[in-house]
Structures are given as C-alpha cells and as structure tokens.
C-alpha cells in the first residue's frame, strides 16, 4: 500500500482523528490522495447521499480508504456499494452495520472482502 484516502464524520471528535490519521500517513511514507468531511444531519435533511463524496476520493486512487464514521457509518457503506468502488475499506467499521447495510448480492459478490477493522480499545485485555 502506497496511498490512501481519508473520510470523516463531521464533529471535533472524527476530524481530530482524520487530521492525526492524515500525519501518521504520511509520517509512514504513504501519500494522502484526498480527505473528505461527510455533511452531518438524517435522511429526513438529504445529506446521506455520499456517493459525490466517493466519487471526488476515488479520482485520487487510493490504494485503500481510511474511515472515521461513527453514525453515517451505513449510508457511507450505501454509497461505496452504489459507486461501485473497489479499493479497500479499513477503520473503525462497525461489522454488524456493515453487514446489514449493502444488499445481499454486493456482500455475495465479495464487495466487502478487503474491509478491515482498526480499534483502540478491547474489553479483552487486562490493564
């Protein structure tokens, strides 16, 4: 992997979290090909239409896309699935959300295969 993109909730908490993801990357010799900020709001306001947001990552080409989510976590996956996006999707990707979010034929065909999950907490571990 040589480039990755970066998409973020909107929120202090996601954008923090985008910024030090951007400066690791690139502090590892990885080329940050596009960030982006997802409109915060519901269905009901019309800002769960991330396909132009993935559009505008995917003219960089990635090697990989870097999520920061939280509650757009299953319209951002809607709309990797609707724009028929290929390159891998790593984060803290809520799995159950995942699943159940994109239909039964992207999931058959393999259009989660490459997603990853990165946490910075388990409740298995002794501190």
């Known amino acids: 992997m040589k480039s990755v993109a970066i998409v973020a909730a909107a929120g202090d908490f996601p954008q923090a979290n985008a910024v030090a993801m951007a400066k690791a990357a690139q502090e590892s010799s990885l080329r940050v090909t596009g960030q982006e900020t997802l409109a915060q709001g519901t269905p009901a306001q019309g800002t769960t239409d991330f ?32 724009s028929g996006w290929k390159a891998p999707l790593t984060g803290r990707i809520e799995f159950p959300t995942a699943l159940t979010a994109v239909s039964p034929q992207f999931l058959a065909s393999g259009g989660l295969s490459g ?4 946490v910075n907490y388990t409740p298995l571990l002794n501190a």
């Open 51 to 82: 396909v132009p947001v993935l559009e505008k990552l995917k003219a960089g080409a990635p090697d990989q896309v870097v999520t920061i989510l939280g509650s757009v976590h299953g319209w951002l996956l809607k709309a990797y699935e609707a």
């Open 115 to 118: 997603m990853t999950g990165v």
